[in-house]
């Protein structure tokens, strides 16, 4: 089949429109830029009625919100998840991967919690700490001036508490907390657990003109029709649309590979358009890859040349390696003190918690090198599909027999709405050589584009982990006199250790360095291997501390994004 | 959004293919979104892509995977798992066993086990009362739920029966409590625009809780929410 191959050149290609690639569009259309932004997925506008889910009863589907459609509910504001039909990957034989993928405009930040950590001082430096894993060739400082620019772009509630490895920002003010959350404040304090207000990219305040304010309905996974959370389109994306420069939006278009030159640089990409399934060429004079930290590594893996015989950026054979995903461990109790509680006010809040507990340990003292944070659930929520779930195990938190039917039944739903409580371990873990991806060398996807194979296991470091996280939740439940709903998962469950991928913080597939043959960008995100390539997802990352990658996403984004205007205009690139 | 916006802001499906799809309209007003999926009703959506809206309508056209004397079964089974209240209606004025019944076009793992629970259930009346479930005096009925209804209590001959009663409560609660009429029993007061400002008063005190002045504090005045943010230079808002 003949590629189809574009007159123009633009400044910029930038693949992938989440907030890695929402934000480089955003900087780089600022600077006054010619930029085409290609995403495998749909246009998407969180305001648009058609496709919107926010406001929507459980009763408007006929299935009620289930999550038979979308891996987290039908309402879940992301067209994709585990298993995509037509894309598939695979895992090496006794490994485990789950990869979430989300193909929209705004890709997976139309959906994601939200929760705005930067990383702290110590977090770029763990190898100085530990001796474990690797430190990033930057520190704090080098990214501490674009977490500033990022929270006053796109806002996020917070409090200032001056905690060394977690460091303040530019905060809106942040919500109350709810009933059940004063509950967990009192119990945390008990073991002498710190608990602070969560640090969410939702608008509790003005900000500028372009965007609402949180109208509390719970919802940003619904991605939010008032533009109140940070979804890359709505936030990154038309603002771009909107500014100095030219920004050509190419939807429904999955990039193969980059083209290169015989110098090795290169000059633009290949895509596939779904419409009308045939292959066409962009050029331009800078590629900036944002497909994922997983999906910018497979596609320099699929980007090999006479001059790129191991693929695109691979001469050090470290594309795909040192993949790691946060630990995470959860369990879910019932507190006594909230049953028969009054319902008759609204509680719905942010789309998320309103406390969260920063890690405290000392890991000088554990038998497990990196901490962990805890994220709180529970409240009077809407109901679907799910709800009353399991009462068989339920009913012997109210003192009588377990299951039954009839009024009692009814009256045992009522009682128990509103009183349960559940806590998120999220964790680091160690990011390792063997655990990576690769070019599955035999499967292809539906566009004939080999597909990725996976290899990932825990060390002791993530099982003890999770281990930790089991015992605080159950001394949490004891200081607040709940009872579990399941027994804590010992040592023959993984202590509850969610599987590698399934939460959806893979990074570190491209890490960068100073030593070319140990990484594959500089500390601008740059390609050693070819400098008018950058990678401005999570595959740069060296380490993720147990902070959600999407903050530092966005901040070293932005810091990219202006090493590429300032190369651009000093003709380096 | 202006003309100049227009021109520079295109949608693209992949040039050259003649399905070129400009994200604004000729006359220059803002993005129209809508262009992309042409004459549906808004107000009776939720928010399905095209592909998806695609799978529900076949889903709808399938034929019921139970017989009419199933489903009838099904319906009692509902009511006896939440008959009519004081203050609410019964699972079937909720229109419970319709959504069973698309559950288990939705969700096909869930036709062997409520096709084969019916059946056991039907033996189960023979044995008892030479009847089918459906014949039986409500009192027969009870008989037999009373002796799949609670699992701690359940003679080992009973199992398959608890796991099909715990999987009809299952489906009957969620079936209940997400319909309007279950989420009114229920008490739940969201999906509408609102200023959260804290757990009421008099329900803290209930509980024993307070708010303390050094958190509330931290947080946000809800006077000042459409004050744009500003900030010093160390953070600290200002508006």
Same mark, same amino acid.
């Given at each position: 089949?003949?590629?189809?191959?574009?007159?123009?050149?633009?400044?910029?290609?930038?693949?992938?429109?989440?907030?890695?690639?929402?934000?480089?569009?955003?900087?780089?259309?600022?600077?006054?830029?010619?930029?085409?932004?290609?995403?495998?997925?749909?246009?998407?506008?969180?305001?648009?009625?058609?496709?919107?889910?926010?406001?929507?009863?459980?009763?408007?589907?006929?299935?009620?919100?289930?999550?038979?459609?979308?891996?987290?509910?039908?309402?879940?504001?992301a067209y994709g998840g585990w298993d995509i039909e037509g894309e598939p990957y695979t895992t090496t034989e006794g490994t485990e991967f789950k990869w979430f993928r989300s193909r929209m405009l705004g890709g997976r930040t139309?959906?994601?919690?939200?929760?705005?950590?930067?990383?702290?001082?110590?977090?770029?430096?763990?190898?100085?700490?530990?001796?474990?894993?690797?430190?990033?060739?930057?520190?704090?400082?080098?990214?501490?001036?674009?977490?500033?620019?990022?929270?006053?772009?796109?806002?996020?509630?917070?409090?200032?508490?001056?905690?060394?490895?977690?460091?303040?920002?530019?905060?809106?003010?942040?919500?109350?907390?709810?009933?059940?959350?004063?509950?967990?404040?009192?119990?945390?304090?008990?073991?002498?657990?710190?608990?602070?207000?969560?640090?969410?990219?939702?608008?509790?305040?003005?900000?500028?003109?372009?965007?609402?304010?949180?109208?509390?309905?719970?919802?940003?996974?619904?991605?939010?029709?008032?533009?109140?959370?940070?979804?890359?389109?709505?936030?990154?994306?038309?603002?771009?649309?909107?500014?100095?420069?030219?920004?050509?939006?190419?939807?429904?278009?999955?990039?193969?590979?980059?083209?290169?030159?015989?110098?090795?640089?290169?000059?633009?990409?290949?895509?596939?358009?779904?419409?009308?399934?045939?292959?066409?060429?962009?050029?331009?004079?800078?590629?900036?890859?944002?497909?994922?930290?997983?999906?910018?590594?497979?596609?320099?893996?699929?980007?090999?040349?006479?001059?790129?015989?191991?693929?695109?950026?691979?001469?050090?054979?470290?594309?795909?390696?040192?993949?790691?995903?946060?630990?995470?461990?959860?369990?879910?109790?019932?507190?006594?003190?909230?049953?028969?509680?009054?319902?008759?006010?609204?509680?719905?809040?942010?789309?998320?918690?309103?406390?969260?507990?920063?890690?405290?340990?000392?890991?000088?003292?554990?038998?497990?090198?990196?901490?962990?944070?805890?994220?709180?659930?529970?409240?009077?929520?809407?109901?679907?599909?799910?709800?009353?779930?399991?009462?068989?195990?339920?009913?012997?938190?109210?003192?009588?027999?377990?299951?039954?039917?009839?009024?009692?039944?009814?009256?045992?739903?009522?009682?128990?709405?509103?009183?349960?409580?559940?806590?998120?371990?999220?964790?680091?873990?160690?990011?390792?050589?063997?655990?990576?991806?690769?070019?599955?060398?035999?499967?292809?996807?539906?566009?004939?584009?080999?597909?990725?194979?996976?290899?990932?296991?825990?060390?002791?470091?993530?099982?003890?982990?999770?281990?930790?996280?089991?015992?605080?939740?159950?001394?949490?439940?004891?200081?607040?006199?709940?009872?579990?709903?399941?027994?804590?998962?010992?040592?023959?469950?993984?202590?509850?250790?969610?599987?590698?991928?399934?939460?959806?913080?893979?990074?570190?597939?491209?890490?960068?360095?100073?030593?070319?043959?140990?990484?594959?960008?500089?500390?601008?995100?740059?390609?050693?291997?070819?400098?008018?390539?950058?990678?401005?997802?999570?595959?740069?990352?060296?380490?993720?501390?147990?902070?959600?990658?999407?903050?530092?996403?966005?901040?070293?984004?932005?810091?990219?994004?202006?090493?590429?205007?300032?190369?651009?205009?000093?003709?380096?690139? | 959004?202006?003309?100049?916006?227009?021109?520079?802001?295109?949608?693209?499906?992949?040039?050259?293919?003649?399905?070129?799809?400009?994200?604004?309209?000729?006359?220059?007003?803002?993005?129209?979104?809508?262009?992309?999926?042409?004459?549906?009703?808004?107000?009776?959506?939720? $928010?399905?892509?095209?592909?998806?809206?695609?799978?529900?309508?076949?889903?709808?056209?399938?034929?019921?995977?139970?017989?009419?004397?199933?489903? $009838?079964?099904?319906?009692?089974?509902?009511?006896?798992?939440?008959?009519?209240?004081?203050?609410?209606?019964?699972?079937?004025?909720?229109?419970?066993?319709?959504?069973?019944?698309?559950?288990?076009?939705?969700?096909?793992?869930?036709?062997?086990?409520?096709?084969?629970?019916?059946?056991?259930?039907?033996?189960?009346?023979?044995?008892?009362?030479?009847?089918?479930?459906?014949?039986?005096?409500?009192?027969?009925?009870?008989?037999?739920?009373?002796?799949?209804?609670?699992?701690?209590?359940?003679?080992?001959?009973?199992?398959?029966?608890?796991?099909?009663?715990?999987?009809?409560?299952?489906?009957?609660?969620?079936?209940?409590?997400?319909?309007?009429?279950?989420?009114?029993?229920?008490?739940?007061?969201?999906?509408?625009?609102?200023?959260?400002?804290?757990?009421?008063?008099?329900?803290?005190?209930?509980?024993?809780?307070?708010?303390?002045?050094?958190?509330?504090?931290?947080?946000?005045?809800?006077?000042?929410?459409?004050?744009?943010?500003?900030?010093?230079?160390?953070?600290?808002?200002?508006?």
């Open positions: 089949m003949q590629i189809i191959e574009q007159p123009k050149v633009y400044d910029a290609i930038i693949v992938g429109s989440g907030a890695g690639g929402g934000m480089s569009a955003k900087v780089l259309a600022d600077a006054g830029l010619n930029i085409a932004v290609v995403e495998a997925g749909p246009y998407f506008d969180p305001k648009d009625p058609v496709t919107q889910t926010q406001w929507k009863w459980p009763y408007d589907s006929p299935r009620r919100g289930s999550s038979s459609k979308r891996d987290f509910g039908e309402y879940d504001m139309n959906h994601w919690g939200r929760i705005s950590l930067r990383f702290g001082p110590k977090d770029f430096k763990a190898k100085s700490i530990d001796g474990r894993g690797d430190d990033w060739p930057i520190g704090y400082e080098d990214v501490k001036p674009y977490y500033d620019k990022v929270d006053k772009l796109i806002g996020v509630f917070g409090s200032k508490e001056r905690l060394p490895n977690d460091p303040d920002g530019f905060f809106l003010p942040p919500p109350k907390p709810r009933l059940h959350e004063l509950v967990y404040i009192k119990a945390a304090r008990k073991l002498g657990i710190p608990v602070i207000p969560s640090r969410l990219s939702i608008l509790t305040k003005r900000i500028n003109k372009d965007r609402g304010v949180c109208i509390y309905c719970q919802q940003c996974a619904r991605s939010c029709s008032v533009y109140a959370d940070f979804s890359s389109g709505s936030c990154l994306i038309f603002p771009a649309q909107k500014s100095r420069g030219q920004v050509d939006l190419f939807v429904n278009s999955m990039v193969r590979s980059v083209s290169t030159d015989k110098s090795g640089k290169a000059t633009g990409v290949y895509y596939f358009n779904k419409e009308d399934r045939k292959e066409y060429q962009l050029r331009a004079k800078v590629v900036v890859l944002a497909a994922s930290a997983c999906g910018s590594a497979r596609i320099l893996l699929n980007s090999k040349s006479a001059q790129h015989p191991q693929g695109l950026g691979n001469s050090s054979g470290v594309v795909g390696k040192y993949l790691h995903d946060s630990t995470g461990s959860s369990n879910m109790a019932i507190i006594p003190e909230l049953l028969d509680r009054r319902k008759d006010y609204n509680e719905d809040g942010v789309g998320g918690m309103h406390v969260y507990s920063p890690w405290w340990g000392d890991n000088k003292k554990l038998n497990f090198a990196r901490g962990y944070h805890i994220e709180i659930w529970g409240g009077l929520g809407m109901p679907s599909y799910g709800f009353g779930f399991g009462m068989e195990r339920m009913a012997k938190h109210l003192g009588h027999k377990a299951g039954g039917y009839g009024n009692v039944l009814r009256d045992d739903v009522k009682r128990m709405y509103g009183a349960s409580i559940g806590f998120g371990g999220r964790g680091e873990c160690i990011a390792r050589e063997d655990n990576y991806c690769e070019l599955d060398p035999e499967k292809v996807d539906e566009f004939g584009i080999p597909v990725l194979r996976f290899n990932y296991t825990f060390s002791d470091q993530e099982l003890m982990q999770a281990k930790h996280m089991q015992q605080t939740f159950s001394e949490l439940f004891d200081a607040m006199g709940a009872k579990a709903l399941w027994p804590a998962p010992g040592k023959e469950g993984n202590y509850g250790l969610n599987k590698p991928g399934e939460i959806i913080h893979e990074v570190g597939t491209t890490r960068m360095g100073n030593d070319p043959n140990k990484s594959v960008t500089n500390k601008f995100q740059q390609l050693h291997d070819a400098k008018n390539v950058f990678i401005v997802d999570a595959g740069p990352f060296v380490s993720q501390a147990d902070k959600n990658c999407t903050w530092t996403i966005l901040a070293l984004s932005w810091r990219a994004s202006d090493y590429i205007v300032d190369q651009l205009k000093k003709q380096n690139i | 959004m202006k003309r100049r916006d227009t021109i520079k802001t295109l949608l693209i499906g992949g040039l050259g293919t003649g399905a070129m799809l400009t994200g604004c309209k000729q006359d220059g007003s803002d993005i129209d979104t809508n262009s992309v999926v042409p004459n549906i009703d808004a107000n009776n959506l939720y $928010g399905r892509t095209p592909e998806e809206a695609k799978v529900d309508a076949a889903l709808h056209a399938q034929p019921s995977d139970f017989t009419k004397e199933e489903l $009838g079964v099904i319906a009692i089974l509902c009511d006896i798992i939440l008959p009519k209240s004081e203050t609410a209606g019964s699972a079937t004025d909720a229109g419970v066993p319709a959504f069973i019944d698309f559950m288990v076009k939705d969700i096909p793992d869930n036709k062997l086990p409520l096709k084969g629970g019916l059946m056991w259930l039907n033996t189960e009346s023979n044995k008892r009362f030479s009847k089918i479930f459906s014949e039986l005096t409500e009192a027969q009925r009870i008989e037999i739920i009373d002796d799949i209804a609670y699992p701690d209590d359940a003679t080992a001959a009973m199992k398959p029966g608890v796991v099909f009663f715990n999987r009809m409560r299952d489906l009957t609660l969620s079936g209940y409590y997400t319909s309007k009429m279950g989420i009114e029993d229920l008490g739940y007061q969201g999906n509408r625009p609102n200023t959260w400002d804290g757990v009421p008063e008099d329900v803290l005190k209930q509980h024993g809780l307070v708010y303390e002045p050094e958190w509330i504090a931290k947080c946000v005045d809800n006077d000042k929410r459409n004050e744009i943010a500003v900030w010093d230079d160390d953070g600290n808002l200002l508006t």
